[in-house]
């Protein structure tokens, strides 16, 4: 668990059963009312991005996500 106040870019979040990469946040303070902070969300299996808005220290659920290099082998024919 985390808080809005920590979020980073390329943090992963699980909300709504998928998961979520953070492309870019701001922490909005205005003159009159709660702060809050505005997200860009990109998800990690279709692409999707998304522009969604938390309040101030909400805790959101955090993923911990493995990228890794890999090689894919195919058999061709003979080879």
Same mark, same amino acid.
């Given at each position: 668990m985390a808080t809005s106040n920590d979020f980073k870019n390329g943090m992963v979040l699980s909300m709504d059963n998928a998961l979520w990469t @953070? @492309?870019?946040f701001q922490?909005?303070?205005?003159?009159?009312g709660p702060a809050f902070v505005r997200t860009k969300l990109k998800s !990690?299996?279709?692409?999707?991005?998304i522009d969604r808005t938390f309040?101030?220290? !909400?805790?959101v659920e955090t993923a911990t996500v493995?990228?890794?290099n890999n090689q894919n082998l195919?058999?061709?024919g003979d080879t």
């Open positions: @953070i @492309i870019e922490h909005v303070k205005p003159g009159q !990690v299996l279709t692409g999707k991005v309040n101030a220290g !909400v805790k493995d990228k890794r195919y058999a061709d």
